[in-house]
């Protein structure tokens, strides 16, 4: 109890010479300065009553009242780097979301004028004799010919079929087959 009124008494020290120094002098301070001043003031009223151990610990306060100030700046500066840093990544994915949709748009065009001469394809191979459809889709790639006889009348693909050479008409079945499942 008696340790507590010395704290006490201490700090109403402390308070009135900083009362004291602002009403005394008309000075003005930075700061820096005053931060020091009060130090100073409080120094020298902890020593006027014998309380080194209660001095140093005063210091020892104000030392780390200044280092968590300190470091408080420095955790707001990094939350604001941090902030411009995640905005910037933001962009940059918006940026890529746009690109990506680029892309995919010039893919759906590509696959879309693909389609579009496929079925060209079909309406030329249709309108030819089963003979020389036989012999157009036998050396064409097995994926296209394969998309043709897909979109073809299934009497003209039988006929087509049985028109060409038997490897490859089997080869071609067993693709079709699989792009049927």
């Excluded at 402390?14 to 008309?26: D, F, G």
């Excluded at 014998?50 to 210091?59: E, H, L, P, T, Y």
Aim: with cysteine.
């Amino acid at each position: 109890m008696k340790k507590r009124s010395h704290i006490v008494f201490i700090l109403a020290i402390a308070t009135l010479a900083v009362m004291a120094m602002s009403h005394a002098e008309e000075k003005k301070y930075t700061e820096e300065e005053f931060k020091k001043a009060v130090a100073e003031q409080v120094e020298a009223a902890l020593k006027k009553t014998g309380q080194d151990k209660i001095s140093s610990f005063a210091k020892e306060l104000l030392t780390k009242e200044s280092q968590l100030k300190m470091d408080a700046f420095n955790i707001n500066k990094e939350k604001e780097e941090l902030e411009l840093g995640k905005k910037d990544f933001e962009k940059r994915v918006q940026d890529l979301l746009k690109k990506q949709g680029k892309i995919l748009g010039c893919l759906d065009e590509q696959d879309k004028l693909r389609e579009k001469r496929v079925e060209h394809m079909v309406d030329v191979i249709s309108n030819m004799r089963p003979q020389n459809a036989a012999q157009v889709l036998s050396v064409q790639e097995a994926e296209i010919s394969i998309s043709i006889l897909g979109k073809l009348d299934a009497l003209k693909v039988s006929k087509i079929f049985n028109l060409m050479d038997k490897e490859i008409s089997a080869r071609l079945q067993k693709q079709y087959m699989d792009m049927k499942k």
